[in-house]
């Protein structure tokens, strides 16, 4: 347990420490916020969907939930290049929960940055239906932060370096990120785009947290609940077993 | 203490380490000498669980750092060949994260802290983050922190690259002390003959994954006829040099200097 405290704390003390990054990844999800938001806002209305800042400031807040836990998962490329992961890998502790420190770590960070971008959100226009519904989008956070985190390190297990860095960006998240509905509705989408959003993992998390913040749901906070559980639990299985794999 | 029989690990076809065996005794000092690439690091990566051996067995205080590796890890400490610090962190926070890892009690955690820090001179710099520390700073740091747990075993792969000889000398007066008052056993590589002959009880010279001779210091000089343990060095491992990949300038530079060093 102390061993899963000790690494949560170094995350979160890295990131504390790191204000440049804060305010960096920051400015994407402004900018979607922004330009999108604004940008795209008339013509949603015009189109009858009322208020496009109301249904997109859930997407850019799973946006950056997602971006900032798969990046915490990948900074294990770091630490392996940058040695300190042999040092926990030495130590008397399984691998099982020196990841699920990282993990756990990792996610809580992306937590605090999605709570960080919904407090924006709110000074640009957006209201949550409910006050009640932001303790439940926090748990929808949480999960995807946790879904998230448990794949970058289950991919960054399996890379040597940072060549690979780039490829999981265009090829795994930039997709896992457009396809998710965060920006659109799901309502209406050509057959095959409607079949590969419900198998991305990232429309249920969107889908929670608007379930949560504006009372809209395509499949349902529940069915929302469920997938993300299970497959948290499947990736976090599978991360663990590649983390323990790792030979240096 | 330390145990390898047969000990074997190819990467593809390279055998990085050869059916290699060796035994040291509880609170003896081996040194593990060869040039570059012959490798010292690949065995001490095996004995640590960082690798899984191809073949061959590995105990560490009785315990195979394969199948027991949690018993093994407790029982070894270590200073890597290169950084393993979290330079974000202060140097007290990379003592206290080590300390929590092997479960030493929190009090007893910031008294060895505190003593190991004073000791290695970097107490007044404790809350410093390391990434502004020099490199011998940033060593002794390492070496601090393979100590904080009392292990049995300290594993030390090249110690002393980059320390001034102030610093070295420190480190090995440490060491020494810390072997004759604790009997913890040591296992070291070095590239500086003269360390290795000043702490070490026993060597074991490897080369291409072989060792090539194992004794006291005064054993392999006498054996090769050397005054010196760097000649005897030489004589067992040849003159040329071993980057792992060198290049036809290189290869040349080599041919010259074994030709000047027959006549």
Not at chain 1, 2 to 13: D, E, P, S, V
Not at chain 1, 56 to 77: K, R, Y
Not at chain 2, 119 to 135: A, H, I, T
Not at chain 2, 213 to 237: I, P, V
Request: hydrophobic share 45%.
């Amino acid at each position: 347990m102390n061993a899963i405290y000790i690494l949560w704390l170094r995350q979160l003390k890295r990131y504390v420490r790191s204000r440049a990054r804060i305010v960096a990844s920051l400015g994407q999800p402004l900018l979607f916020l922004v330009a999108l938001g604004f940008g795209f806002g008339p013509i949603f209305r015009r189109a009858g969907q009322g208020n496009y800042i109301q249904f997109l400031a859930p997407g850019v807040i799973g946006m950056t939930v997602l971006f900032t836990s798969v990046f915490s998962g990948v900074e294990l490329i770091w630490d392996r290049q940058f040695g300190f992961l042999k040092e926990t890998l030495v130590a008397p502790v399984p691998r099982i929960l020196i990841m699920i420190g990282r993990t756990l770590g990792g996610a809580t960070v992306a937590v605090i940055q999605g709570l960080i971008v919904l407090v924006i959100c709110m000074l640009a226009g957006f209201r949550p239906g409910a006050l009640g519904g932001v303790p439940a989008s926090l748990g929808f956070m949480a999960l995807i932060a946790i879904l998230f985190t448990a794949l970058g390190t289950a991919v960054a297990s399996a890379l040597d370096d940072f060549q690979g860095f780039q490829l999981v960006m265009n090829f795994l998240v930039m997709p896992i990120f457009f396809l998710s509905g965060a920006l659109f509705p799901l309502l209406g989408l050509p057959k095959a785009m409607s079949v590969v959003a419900s198998l991305d993992p990232l429309s249920y998390g969107v889908d929670g947290l608007r379930a949560s913040l504006i009372g809209l749901a395509h499949f349902g906070a529940a069915t929302d609940l469920a997938v993300l559980s299970v497959l948290s639990a499947i990736l976090l299985g599978i991360g663990g077993y590649l983390f323990s794999q790792i030979q240096l | 203490m330390i145990l390898a029989q047969n000990l074997t690990k190819t990467f593809g076809e390279l055998k990085a380490v050869d059916d290699v065996s060796f035994d040291v005794a509880q609170g003896e000092i081996f040194a593990f000498l060869g040039p570059n690439g012959a490798g010292k690091t690949t065995t001490i990566k095996m004995l640590t669980t960082l690798l899984k051996p191809t073949s061959g067995k590995v105990e560490i205080d009785g315990m195979d750092p394969t199948t027991h590796q949690n018993e093994a890890r407790k029982r070894f400490g270590i200073v890597f060949q290169d950084p393993s610090l979290d330079s974000e962190l202060t140097a007290w926070e990379n003592m206290d994260i080590h300390g929590a890892l092997y479960k030493v009690p929190r009090h007893i955690r910031h008294e060895r802290t505190e003593a190991l820090l004073k000791l290695f001179e970097l107490w007044d710099r404790r809350d410093d983050p390391v990434k502004q520390f020099s490199g011998g700073m940033k060593r002794r740091l390492e070496i601090a922190r393979g100590l904080l747990h009392t292990p049995k075993v300290l594993f030390l792969d090249e110690p002393t690259l980059g320390l001034d000889p102030q610093t070295r000398n420190q480190l090995w007066i440490h060491v020494k002390a810390l072997n004759e008052s604790e009997h913890v056993t040591v296992f070291l590589t070095t590239h500086y003959m003269e360390e290795a002959e000043r702490v070490a009880h026993r060597i074991a010279i490897i080369d291409h994954g072989k060792i090539v001779a194992q004794g006291t210091s005064q054993a392999l000089k006498q054996q090769t006829g050397a005054d010196t343990l760097e000649q005897a060095f030489l004589k067992l491992t040849g003159s040329s040099i071993r980057d792992e990949d060198a290049n036809a300038t290189d290869r040349m530079r080599n041919m010259a200097r074994i030709w000047q060093g027959r006549r």
